[in-house]
């Protein structure tokens, strides 16, 4: 089912706990991204990793963090230090290259601050 | 960086009837213009994307245009059905192995009615 996994589909976290968010591909992609998603603002780019041990961040990556040590694994943890985490977080893979190509998302975790 | 402009953020039309969602970008270095359309609460899927050595793109109620040098780029959806309504983003990237990432518009929410 397109190859890109992620877990848990839903997750509530209390104030001030980390939480982090599964995101394993087995389409052999080099890139993979973190979106979140609110209503109206489309998806925003947290942080993005085009090869292991390598990431960047994205336009909001305030009050999170990821890490990269294995191709098919692109974890996110949304820290206590941010502030407004309730949201639905997107992951996606792609194989980047001139030619450019699909970029394919998991089906998303729905996170909520309790 | 990228900055992508879409409109309308919401759009309904009755069934059989086009519907037409416009989008622009600020990169001229961009040059893959995907479409992506997601249904609630799933993953966003695409569904035709251009790259900029073409104008025109179609894919049987589906065609995508692209103009480069006011860079815009529309998806057209023709006879529409009641299973066209969905969220749709649209997006933008610059190819080769060091970018690929996407920068997505704001979504338009696209309802037919019956």
């Given at each position: 089912d397109g190859g890109i996994t992620q877990s848990p589909k839903y997750l509530f976290r209390k104030e001030g706990q980390n939480v982090t968010l599964s995101c394993e591909q087995n389409l052999n992609h080099d890139a993979m991204y973190w979106y979140r998603q609110d209503p109206g603002q489309g998806l925003r780019l947290i942080y993005y990793s085009q090869i292991v041990n390598d990431f960047q961040k994205g336009d909001i990556a305030e009050g999170y963090s990821v890490s990269r040590e294995k191709k098919e694994s692109f974890p996110l943890t949304v820290t206590s230090a941010q502030k407004n985490p309730t949201a639905f977080y997107l992951c996606a893979s792609k194989q980047p290259g001139q030619e450019n190509t699909e970029a394919f998302f998991g089906q998303g975790t729905r996170l909520t601050v309790v | 960086g990228e900055n992508v402009e879409q409109h309308p953020s919401t759009l309904s039309v009755q069934e059989g009837d086009s519907a037409v969602i416009k989008c622009t970008y600020s990169?001229?270095?961009?040059?893959y213009f995907p479409w992506y359309k997601q249904e609630l609460g799933k993953r966003p899927q695409l569904i035709i994307d251009i790259r900029s050595n073409v104008g025109e793109k179609k894919d049987q109620r589906i065609a995508v245009t692209l103009n480069k040098t006011a860079k815009h780029f529309s998806l057209h959806i023709t006879e529409t059905q009641p299973e066209d309504s969905a969220v749709y983003f649209c997006a933008a990237s610059i190819g080769g192995t060091s970018y690929g990432k996407l920068t997505f518009g704001q979504g338009t929410i696209l309802t037919v009615h019956p």
């Open positions: - | 990169d001229s270095a961009s040059n």
